[in-house]
């Protein structure tokens, strides 16, 4: 093995193997060791492993990181998660949205969820490094301010401490979720702890809107969704999951309906008596609110209904005392892209949503 120093404060080891037994090269001057015999090695030396990086020729180079004093910190209740990190996820509010959305919803629900969410932050001398929920059976949604910045080191650190922990406490990730480079940072170090490979699931933009702008000449109005709703609401809530690939069947279709006639979380814009558009606001945070689940079925399409919904439906939002909406788009379709901004919103970052799976590849496809 051969150690060379970097300056950065990572030191790079080369020569290793990625073969699970390891091997010996017989020139001598060094010896090949698996990833868990590196990991063993460097155990009590004052290092740990950050990431192995892996060539062409099935050998690997380890990039050693001086230890810290960072640990992941567990939360019982989201409202303790939410007293150490929600003062750092409100500076990029609309941006964390989802994380917000999910821990506040969990503050002020009665019933403890089953099974339970994980909840962890990871602090640093700087403060906040990383923090993480997830709420099973879906995957982590992540935040580490510092990925993309020159402080890139401490947050990929952080990132590494909480799959360790998920990993300690026996949790296995489907997926994980979070503003692109992050996401992208900690699915390349599952693959590598785990061996399982990752996909990029969907690219999508987060939209923020606080004035809007009303599309003209579309027929209509809103109105919040019926007890009488129940069976289409159903109906276009399977329709939309096969367009995000969550793909609920008609039993969860229909529970989700049930869940937003009883929440008003959905609204319907109508033309004349037909229903021919829906929206949903949910996940309220301190100042905004995501808007969402926008469908308009095949027959009712190209009249305008979804941009006149989703305005509609901002308005209200805005008009309620909230000082911004936020969506997610999808960026391999450019008319919901285009749409949105014609209506007021702005694009304010990239999201990545990446899949984990069983192959032992982890190249982002």
């Known amino acids: 093995?051969?150690?060379?120093?970097?300056?950065?404060?990572?030191?790079?080891?080369?020569?290793?193997?990625?073969?699970?037994?390891?091997?010996?090269?017989?020139?001598?001057?060094?010896?090949?060791?698996?990833?868990?015999?590196?990991?063993?090695?460097?155990?009590?030396?004052?290092?740990r492993v950050a990431r192995f990086?892996?060539?062409?020729?099935?050998?690997?180079?380890?990039?050693?990181?001086?230890?810290?004093?960072?640990?992941?910190?567990?939360?019982?209740?989201?409202?303790?998660f939410l007293d150490a990190a929600g003062e750092w996820l409100e500076r990029e509010e609309p941006v964390n949205n989802l994380i917000l959305g999910l821990a506040g919803r969990l503050a002020t629900t009665d019933k403890p969820p089953d099974p339970p969410v994980v909840m962890m932050t990871v602090s640093g001398p700087a403060g906040l490094e990383a923090a993480t929920i997830m709420t099973p059976p879906h995957g982590v949604v992540l935040y580490a301010p510092a990925i993309g910045t020159d402080r890139e080191?401490?947050?990929?650190?952080?990132?590494?401490?909480?799959?360790?922990a998920l990993q300690a406490g026996g949790h296995t990730l489907p997926e994980?979720?979070?503003?692109?480079a992050t996401a992208l940072a900690f699915a390349k170090i599952w693959a590598e702890r785990t061996g399982k490979g990752f996909a990029l699931k969907m690219a999508q933009r987060i939209y923020e809107l606080r004035e809007v702008t009303f599309p003209r000449g579309v027929p209509g109005q809103l109105r919040v969704s019926r007890a009488d709703d129940l069976e289409l609401l159903?109906?276009?809530?399977?329709?939309?999951?096969?367009?995000?690939?969550?793909?609920?069947?008609?039993?969860?279709?229909?529970?989700?309906?049930?869940?937003?006639?009883?929440?008003?979380?959905?609204?319907?814009?109508?033309?004349?008596?037909?229903?021919?558009?829906?929206?949903?606001?949910?996940?309220?945070?301190?100042?905004?609110?995501?808007?969402?689940?926008?469908?308009?079925?095949?027959?009712?399409?190209?009249?305008?209904?979804?941009?006149?919904?989703?305005?509609?439906?901002?308005?209200?939002?805005?008009?309620?005392?909230?000082?911004?909406?936020?969506?997610?788009?999808?960026?391999?379709?450019p008319t919901s892209n285009s749409i949105y901004q014609?209506?007021?919103?702005?694009?304010?970052?990239?999201?990545?949503?990446?899949?984990?799976?069983?192959?032992?590849?982890?190249?982002?496809r």
Request: net charge negative; glycine share 8%.
């Open 53 to 80: 990086f892996v060539s062409k020729i099935s050998v690997y180079i380890a990039m050693l990181e001086k230890e810290t004093d960072m640990n992941a910190t567990t939360y019982a209740t989201a409202a303790a």
């Open 234 to 333: 159903a109906e276009w809530i399977e329709a939309f999951s096969q367009v995000t690939l969550e793909r609920l069947d008609a039993q969860a279709a229909m529970k989700a309906a049930q869940h937003a006639v009883a929440y008003g979380s959905f609204a319907i814009w109508e033309d004349g008596a037909r229903a021919v558009s829906m929206a949903a606001a949910r996940r309220p945070t301190r100042r905004g609110i995501s808007i969402g689940s926008v469908y308009t079925p095949p027959e009712h399409r190209g009249h305008g209904y979804a941009s006149a919904c989703v305005a509609a439906l901002s308005q209200r939002q805005l008009d309620a005392g909230r000082e911004f909406c936020c969506l997610y788009t999808d960026l391999a379709n």
């Open 176 to 180: 994980c979720h979070g503003p692109s």
């Open 1 to 47: 093995m051969k150690p060379v120093p970097s300056g950065t404060g990572f030191l790079f080891i080369y020569a290793a193997t990625c073969s699970e037994k390891g091997h010996e090269i017989r020139d001598g001057t060094r010896a090949l060791v698996s990833k868990d015999e590196m990991r063993q090695i460097v155990t009590g030396t004052g290092w």
């Open 153 to 164: 080191d401490q947050a990929t650190a952080a990132l590494e401490v909480i799959a360790e």
């Open 342 to 364: 014609k209506i007021g919103y702005v694009p304010v970052a990239d999201s990545g949503h990446y899949v984990f799976d069983g192959k032992s590849e982890h190249n982002e």
